[in-house]
């Protein structure tokens, strides 16, 4: 069974940091990517990054290319997988619940969440000006 737990959201003074963490389970690594969304009220879903956990390659959105960076330990265990989204220099607009995703492409484009096939619980990031 996959699963995908989100951990590591809360609430934070802008300027401030998180580390989220997307624990990964239940399907085998090599044919999958790990995408992380967020989604704020009233808003479509977003694509932040992605992984490709065969090579670790990785993509962000433009968006994104300076203040988040995505990593992934546990890269000889196949058994489960830990991706993690470090977020700095965090804004009032980066407000909104973050979602991890596993999907067989590394997609962030709009409306590419769609095309991922299992997703988390979500986590709520919450940033006070």
């Known amino acids: 069974e996959v699963q995908l737990v989100e951990s590591g959201g809360g609430l934070v003074q802008a300027g401030g940091s998180l580390r989220l963490s997307c624990a990964a389970s239940?399907?085998?690594?090599?044919?999958?990517?790990i995408g992380w969304f967020r989604q704020a009220p009233g808003k479509e879903r977003e694509g932040i990054s992605c992984i490709n956990l065969k090579d670790s390659s990785r993509y962000y959105a433009d968006s994104a290319k300076g203040r988040f960076t995505i990593s992934t330990d546990n890269a000889k265990n196949t058994v489960h997988v830990t991706v993690h989204l470090q977020v700095n220099s965090l804004k009032p607009e980066d407000t909104a619940a973050y979602y991890c995703a596993l999907g067989t492409t590394c997609a962030i484009e709009d409306g590419d969440y769609r095309t991922y096939d299992y997703w988390g619980q979500g986590t709520q990031v919450t940033v006070s000006s």
């Open positions: 239940g399907f085998t690594f090599d044919d999958y990517a």
